[in-house]
């Protein structure tokens, strides 16, 4: 068993679920039960899937719940960029967090490329 909070997925993760909910408070609130309720959904997923990973005791598993967690990070930069189509929030703020979406992107790519050639080599 690893320790979810010491992987710098995770962190940047947990950032990442603050910045949304500090967005979606500016949503009209025809919103409240519609991409709100997505949007927060999905960022939320994103760190819980990492940690949940964390628990499984095969790396095969643990990339799995990576996988997991990337399908949630493209599903909320699609839900961003829906929301900046929208203007329902500062468009610099909305940018900056998609910003940060694509690099967590990157790096949590990067790890499930890292377990993927690990287990090969196993």
Do not use: H
Not at 93 to 109: A, F, P, T
Request: hydrophobic share 40%; charged share 30%; glycine share 4%.
């Amino acid at each position: 068993m690893k320790n979810f909070r010491k992987y710098s997925v995770w962190q940047e993760a947990m950032v990442i679920v603050d910045d949304v909910y500090g967005i979606v408070d500016g949503f009209p609130k025809s919103e409240n039960f519609g991409m709100r309720s997505q949007v927060t959904r999905a960022a939320v997923s994103v760190a819980s899937n990492i940690a949940e990973g964390c628990s499984r005791s095969s790396q095969i598993d643990f990339k799995r719940f990576l996988q997991i967690s990337m399908g949630s990070l493209f599903e909320l930069e699609t839900q961003l960029l829906i929301i900046n189509n929208r203007n329902w929030v500062d468009e610099n703020k909305v940018i900056q967090l998609i910003d940060k979406v694509i690099e967590l992107e990157k790096r949590l790519g990067a790890l499930i490329r890292k377990i993927k050639e690990d287990t090969a080599k196993s």
